[in-house]
């Protein structure tokens, strides 16, 4: 069997998709399509086309890709570019999943978003993309001592959907409660948009020795910083399943999450985590003074135990990854 793996951007995923389908003894090709030029002329050699993630493909196009194709969406395709889309353009979009054989979804929440576009079922499944536990199964997750500095990783891209504002507006509600902020430090890193306009901000932060900045930095800088850090903070405003929160959860870290969707199979609030609605300061405050409190060390020992082991049960990655092989080539039932 031969597959071809169309995504429209480059990202670790893709290149996580391609090596599970190589590793379980299929041929897969890939073709990046930023034109529609690029696609291979001749698709009749293929068996199975995996399109990531869900975008529009002009009906002249689909019509030569080959019958069996099986869309995986990254949860921004539906939850944000789908809707900006002009009318002509989603109506495209909902017959592709309509005559589609399958969809890939990593959380609940956006499965339900897919197939409330399709007027009648279509076969699905839903696949947390996970993590690669044995590249964190050594980091020490017993990160307990009420003496030292706390570090928060806030490390997602300066885009809008991910709200990272919120954390420099969490630093201004901290600070004007006359909080003593001398042992705590935020961790940012990433680039995009929203970076820019908060340049002034984050070099106030970083001045006063609030804010270290990681700039942009590669998976590997990721896992180094969440390896050292007390709590992870996250303001996303949409989300899947997402790898950073389960890569953290995993890691030790104290999740402290918005309370979006894609968070909620993940974290309940107050017994693997804390949530908040808009602004995340309370919650830090509340989980700032809780780690400073050594009556507390076990609360915080227990929750950082059922974490990794919920990742463990939910999101491996080498498990997850057969299954979405398995459904892609059609061994799997929906």
Same mark, same amino acid.
């Given at each position: 069997?031969?597959?071809?793996?169309?995504?429209?951007?480059?990202?670790?995923?893709?290149?996580?998709?391609?090596?599970?389908?190589?590793?379980? *003894?299929?041929?897969?090709?890939?073709?990046?399509?930023?034109?529609?030029?690029?696609?291979?002329?001749?698709?009749?050699?293929?068996?199975?086309?995996?399109?990531?993630?869900?975008?529009?493909?002009?009906?002249?196009?689909?019509?030569?890709?080959?019958?069996?194709?099986?869309?995986?969406?990254?949860?921004?395709?539906?939850?944000?570019?789908?809707?900006?889309?002009?009318?002509?353009?989603?109506?495209?979009?909902?017959?592709?999943?309509? @005559?589609?054989?399958?969809?890939?979804?990593?959380?609940?929440?956006?499965?339900?978003?897919?197939?409330?576009?399709? #007027?009648?079922?279509?076969?699905?499944?839903?696949?947390?993309?996970?993590?690669?536990?044995?590249?964190?199964?050594?980091?020490?997750?017993?990160?307990?001592?009420?003496?030292?500095?706390?570090?928060?990783?806030?490390?997602?891209? /300066?885009? *809008?959907?991910?709200?990272?504002?919120?954390?420099?507006?969490?630093?201004? #509600?901290?600070?004007?409660?006359?909080?003593?902020?001398?042992?705590?430090?935020?961790?940012?890193?990433?680039?995009?948009?929203?970076?820019?306009?908060?340049?002034? #901000?984050?070099?106030?932060?970083?001045?006063? *020795? !609030?804010?270290?900045?990681?700039?942009?930095?590669?998976?590997?800088?990721?896992?180094?910083?969440?390896?050292?850090?007390?709590?992870?903070?996250?303001?996303?405003?949409?989300?899947?399943?997402?790898?950073?929160?389960?890569?953290?959860?995993?890691?030790?870290?104290?999740?402290?999450?918005?309370?979006?969707? *894609?968070?909620?199979? /993940?974290?309940?609030?107050?017994?693997?985590?804390?949530?908040? @609605?808009?602004?995340?300061?309370?919650?830090?405050?509340?989980?700032?003074?809780?780690?400073?409190?050594?009556?507390?060390?076990?609360?915080?020992?227990?929750?950082?135990?059922?974490? #990794?082991?919920?990742?463990?049960?939910?999101?491996? /990655?080498?498990?997850?990854?057969?299954? !979405?092989?398995?459904?892609?080539?059609?061994?799997?039932?929906?």
């Amino acid at each position: 069997m031969k597959l071809l793996l169309l995504y429209k951007d480059y990202s670790v995923h893709i290149e996580r998709f391609k090596n599970a389908f190589a590793s379980n *003894g299929y041929e897969i090709d890939t073709a990046k399509i930023t034109s529609f030029a690029e696609i291979p002329e001749t698709t009749s050699q293929y068996d199975v086309c995996i399109i990531c993630p869900i975008f529009v493909i002009p009906e002249e196009i689909l019509a030569q890709l080959p019958e069996r194709r099986i869309y995986i969406s990254m949860a921004f395709d539906i939850t944000h570019d789908y809707p900006a889309l002009p009318k002509v353009e989603r109506e495209l979009v909902k017959k592709q999943i309509e @005559n589609s054989s399958g969809i890939i979804c990593d959380s609940i929440f956006i499965k339900e978003k897919v197939l409330e576009l399709a #007027r009648y079922a279509i076969p699905s499944i839903v696949l947390p993309y996970g993590i690669d536990l044995q590249l964190f199964s050594h980091f020490e997750i017993d990160k307990y001592n009420p003496v030292a500095n706390i570090n928060i990783a806030a490390i997602r891209n /300066w885009h *809008g959907v991910h709200n990272q504002s919120s954390i420099l507006n969490a630093i201004e #509600r901290i600070e004007s409660k006359g909080t003593n902020l001398n042992k705590i430090r935020f961790h940012i890193a990433g680039d995009g948009p929203y970076r820019k306009i908060e340049e002034e #901000r984050i070099s106030k932060y970083i001045e006063k *020795g !609030l804010v270290i900045d990681h700039g942009k930095i590669s998976n590997k800088d990721i896992m180094n910083i969440i390896q050292f850090c007390d709590i992870y903070l996250s303001s996303s405003t949409t989300d899947g399943a997402s790898v950073s929160l389960l890569e953290a959860m995993f890691s030790g870290c104290i999740p402290v999450v918005s309370d979006i969707p *894609g968070n909620l199979p /993940w974290i309940t609030n107050e017994k693997n985590g804390f949530l908040f @609605n808009e602004n995340p300061a309370d919650q830090l405050l509340k989980v700032i003074g809780m780690l400073s409190d050594v009556s507390h060390k076990e609360f915080f020992a227990e929750m950082r135990a059922y974490n #990794r082991l919920k990742i463990h049960r939910e999101a491996d /990655w080498e498990k997850n990854s057969l299954e !979405l092989v398995n459904f892609t080539v059609g061994k799997l039932d929906a």
